[in-house]
């Protein structure tokens, strides 16, 4: 997949004539080939001598250890530090949203904190390990959110358990955020829609709003001709009733990553969307099926990592067997068929499954000895 920004840095001067440095993150942070430490570096060049950091926020999440390199880097910050969230900061866009000396959201804004989580392959051995790494990440995200809120480690638990979505009024009386400001007009990212399937209870407004960001654009009213000659007894012209209009992407979208959800497919849920363009739900349920059956494949040859790749490619099952086939038998030692020659008692070879056979010498040997025990 192709590198993609997910945010954009500039400098800029504000009215007090003062330099600042703006910071946009409209987008899934991390996942796409640039990563935090690109964004920091960025970061780093253009704060020098900045007055200000302000860091504008319209995201659904993405990779929490990301997220925690921008947070840690805006806690680093000598000067001041404001966030701002322009849509919805959603899981792990709400840690860097803690970063904020000063944190603002609109009224029409949404901030959401959940348990991280992740999808995971491979021995239980792998699997326990993976655990514990996302135990430990969820303890750095109760101490950013503790830092900024205040609350009790219990009290922010049972908030990342249940999934907690909070309006703006309801942020600022929790302690997530300073100010509230005038509602905006609210956009969201086209992979919002994916992302956000991922999330169990996702309030109603802020699917709406991914429904309405990716909701194709009218066509142009067309310019009515000049008026023609009544045709007589013209029939009326009926649609043909099996006519359905397709449905929006944003639902396809999420139908993608719920189907991949359910097919323990998290991983491959991109692809799909990418691979499928959204056309329609029987073509998705087609390639989820298809990713199932290549899943199924990877796990009987023990290379289960392998998945998301085939998938990605855009492989068949067939295409996947004889993949799995050429790299597993590219991974043995060769068989010899070939059975070591049997050496006789004499120190002469043989071919083997044939024993050495007596030399005509010794057959000699033996019948002279027997004549000359009984001669005639």
């Not at 910071?23 to 640039?34: A, K, Q, S, V």
């Not at 960025?42 to 704060?47: K, Y």
């Not at 397709?246 to 719920?258: D, I, Q």
Request: aromatic share 6%.
């Amino acid at each position: 997949m192709k590198n993609r920004k997910w945010w954009d840095i500039r400098a800029l001067t504000n009215a007090q004539g003062a330099s600042v440095a703006e910071i946009r993150i409209y987008d899934e942070i991390g996942f796409w080939g640039t990563d935090a430490k690109t964004f920091v570096a960025q970061l780093e060049e253009v704060a020098t001598g900045a007055a200000e950091i302000v860091v504008a926020i319209n995201s659904p999440g993405g990779d929490v250890f990301d997220a925690f390199a921008i947070y840690n880097a805006l806690r680093r910050y000598a000067g001041r530090v404001t966030t701002r969230v322009d849509g919805v900061a959603a899981s792990a866009a709400s840690l860097v949203t803690m970063a904020g000396d000063r944190v603002v959201m609109p009224e029409n804004a949404m901030l959401m904190i959940h348990n991280p989580w992740t999808v995971a392959a491979g021995t239980s051995a792998d699997l326990r390990a993976t655990a514990d790494s996302m135990d430990k990440a969820r303890d750095g995200i109760l101490a950013a959110y503790r830092n900024k809120s205040g609350k009790s480690v219990e009290e922010l638990t049972a908030m990342l358990d249940a999934e907690t979505w909070m309006t703006a009024a309801e942020a600022k009386e929790a302690g997530f955020i300073d100010e509230i400001e005038a509602p905006v007009k609210l956009s969201a990212s086209v992979r919002a829609a994916g992302l956000l399937a991922r999330f169990g209870s996702a309030p109603s407004p802020v699917q709406a709003l991914v429904d309405e960001t990716l909701k194709p654009a009218p066509d142009p009213l067309p310019v009515d001709p000049p008026p023609a000659d009544p045709v007589p007894d013209a029939a009326p012209v009926v649609p043909p009733p099996d006519v359905v209009p397709p449905e929006p992407a944003g639902v396809l979208a999420a139908h993608a990553f719920a189907a991949c959800r359910a097919a323990n497919l998290s991983a491959c849920a991109e692809s799909i969307a990418t691979i499928t363009a959204l056309k329609d739900r029987a073509t998705i349920d087609a390639a989820v099926r298809n990713a199932s059956e290549i899943a199924g494949l990877c796990v009987a040859a023990k290379l289960p990592e392998l998945t998301a790749q085939f998938v990605g490619d855009g492989l068949n099952p067939d295409q996947v067997r004889a993949r799995l086939f050429d790299r597993v038998t590219q991974t043995q030692a060769r068989v010899n068929n070939r059975q070591p020659p049997v050496i006789n008692d004499a120190g002469n070879g043989a071919s083997p499954g044939s024993p050495a056979g007596p030399k005509a010498s010794s057959v000699y040997a033996v019948r002279r000895a027997r004549m000359n025990a009984h001669p005639k």
